[in-house]
Nanobody, 122 residues
């Protein structure tokens, strides 16, 4: 019953900004990490950014200095602020949660959102 719903994608010009949000609903026992991945046409799913439950963040080299990941514990949301967008940022962006569904879950599992399209074009 864990559900991740992304929003905020759309069409933006090079140099512009977008803010993605992932709302996490349902029951989950624990979360190890939360993150954003993207997949461009004809390419595999690529790591973008992640944040641990302790608050440590990590970014792909391609987005360092431009993107910022954050958590909103009150809203149970994961956000990705994307600045200085480039055409190569065009992709479907997926929210990811790596954690345990219940206390009896044997290990962590990956949960994915449906994805939101980001298109950067002039």
């Amino acid at each position: 019953q864990v559900q991740l719903v992304e929003s905020g994608g759309g069409l933006e010009r090079p140099g512009g900004s977008l803010r993605l949000s992932c709302v996490i609903s349902g029951s989950i026992f624990s979360i190890n990490t939360m993150g954003w991945y993207r997949q461009a046409p004809g390419k595999g799913r690529e790591f973008v950014a992640q944040i641990t439950i302790g608050g440590s963040s990590q970014y792909a080299d391609s987005v360092k200095g431009r993107f910022a990941i954050s958590r909103d514990n009150v809203k149970s949301a994961l956000d990705l602020q994307m600045n200085s967008l480039k055409p190569e940022d065009t992709a479907v962006y997926y929210c990811n949660v790596y954690g345990r569904r219940t206390s009896s879950s044997p290990n962590n599992q990956n949960y994915w959102g449906q994805g939101t399209q980001v298109t950067v074009s002039s």
